[in-house]
């Protein structure tokens, strides 16, 4: 299991700099395109089309890094109260339900993919696809780090060693 993790990380850190690139990206893009408009009347036609395909790959990258370090919201009073093999059994309800999520990501959207590849952006002409490949790609890293913390999850109930 640790050489997965160690393999998937690697990985992803690739996909992590893939996305901080385009984050600079579009900040250089949007702020050129704010002071070609307001301070030369002109602009680059594209700059918004491209920022949102930025936004939208950001966004879903960002959430399977969320499911990679465990950093969405939850509410932990209750468990507290209650025994560890409640708590524990509430993980592993909690990393099930993220897999399958990341599941229905993954199956709807290679459909919604594959949908799209039929339109094209008004500006740049690329696909429309584009705008739906993301889901299935940070669906696939959802399951994989969604079950790895499951994996975790079943060990550390059956009083094995996990992290």
């Known amino acids: 299991m640790e050489q997965l993790k160690k393999l998937l990380d690697s990985f992803f850190v690739w996909v992590l700099k893939l996305a901080m690139v385009l984050l600079v990206a579009m900040v250089v893009l949007v702020f050129l395109n704010v002071v070609l408009r307001y301070g030369f009347s002109s602009g680059v036609y594209w700059s918004e089309e491209i920022s949102l395909v930025i936004v939208i790959w950001f966004t879903f990258i960002s959430m399977a890094l969320g499911v990679k370090e465990s950093l969405h919201i939850n509410v932990d009073i ?61 669906g696939v890293f959802i399951i994989l780090y969604a079950s790895i913390h499951l994996y975790e999850d079943i060990l550390k109930f059956k009083g094995g060693n996990a992290k």
């Open 78 to 138: 209750l468990p507290k109260k209650l025994p560890k093999a409640f708590f524990t059994t509430l993980e592993c309800l909690r990393d099930a339900l993220i897999v399958l999520i990341g599941g229905i990501m993954v199956f709807y959207g290679w459909k919604l993919t594959l949908n799209g590849a039929k339109s094209f952006l008004p500006a740049t002409h690329i696909p429309n696809s584009i705008n739906y490949l993301v889901l299935p790609v940070s």
